[in-house]
């Protein structure tokens, strides 16, 4: 099965503006999971969507949104971006089997805000 | 919410001796704690998880042992080798089938040296 993918790998953007962040989910998983890396927090869960409806939610501010599609496809989107915004944004997919619930990450894209 | 701490920060071995990396976590209802490895420039990795009916877990040179009471588990790396060196995230999360939000400690980077 091919991994989870994201696009772009690499993004600059300037403070103010909005950006849009896309995963394509390992088939047959459903659930979409976004982590925000940085190196003074760490990695930190923004939310997780499952068949299209948010399920879960970090401590983000309302700048950070996203949604899921009907095949698990999923966007984040970040408005009015600040200085701070700029990290290595993360998506995990992951299926639930068995009482087993593994993420599997992808390569994330990387956000410079300037 | 979950609050999970990582020691060392840092750590540094010789080839073919042990490693360590300890994590404690707050909420105790917690019950899966999954092992990433990241290297530079890599998506994270998942390199061995337990579920909190289980004490000790093995695989090859890889172990993750839990001690629920305590509310601690510790990765341990036997033989290490260059190609261990990275940094090593600790994990926990609430598995219900209702969702996997991981909440992850601050890392440890590893270098196994020659």
């Known amino acids: 099965k091919a991994g989870v993918t994201q696009t772009p790998r690499y993004l600059i953007k300037t403070r103010g503006q909005q950006v849009t ?8 998983h459903r659930s979409v999971s976004w982590y925000q890396q940085t190196p ?11 068949s299209e409806t948010q399920r879960n939610k970090g401590n983000f501010p309302g700048r950070f949104s996203g949604r899921q599609f ?13 200085l701070g ?14 009482s087993q619930e ?9 956000l410079l805000v300037l | ?4 701490e990582q020691h060392p920060s840092t750590l540094s071995v010789q080839e073919g001796d042990s490693a360590v990396i300890k994590c404690t976590y707050s909420d105790s209802a917690s019950n899966y704690f999954p092992w990433y490895k990241q290297e530079l420039g890599k998506r994270p990795q998942l390199i061995i998880d337990i579920r909190s009916n289980v004490g000790e877990k093995k695989d090859q040179r890889i172990a993750v042992t839990l001690n629920k009471t305590a509310k601690h588990f510790s990765l ?28 992850f400690g601050t890392g440890t980077q590893l270098k196994v040296e020659l």
Not at chain 1, 89 to 97: G, K, M, V
């Open chain 2, 1 to 4: 919410g979950e609050n999970v």
């Open chain 1, 102 to 110: 593994t993420q599997y990450f992808g390569p994330g894209t990387r």
């Open chain 1, 85 to 98: 915004d700029s990290a290595l944004y993360l998506c995990a997919s992951s299926s639930w089997r068995g």
């Open chain 1, 21 to 28: 962040l896309s995963c394509s989910p390992i088939s047959g």
């Open chain 2, 76 to 103: 341990h790396i036997t033989e290490t080798q260059p190609e261990d060196s990275a940094v090593y995230f600790c994990a926990a999360s609430i598995l219900t089938g209702g969702g996997n939000k991981l909440t």
């Open chain 1, 70 to 82: 009907s095949n698990s496809r999923s966007e984040m989107n970040v408005s009015t971006l600040e």
């Open chain 1, 40 to 50: 003074g927090q760490g990695l930190q869960f923004l939310f997780e969507y499952f």
